[in-house]
């Protein structure tokens, strides 16, 4: 699940980097 979760934060970070 963790795993899961940090994908989701990379492609977060990528898709709208602050």
Do not use: F, K, Q
Request: proline share 6%; hydrophobic share 50%.
């Amino acid at each position: 699940m963790a795993r899961m979760l940090m994908s989701a934060s990379r492609l977060s970070s990528l898709l709208h980097p602050r």
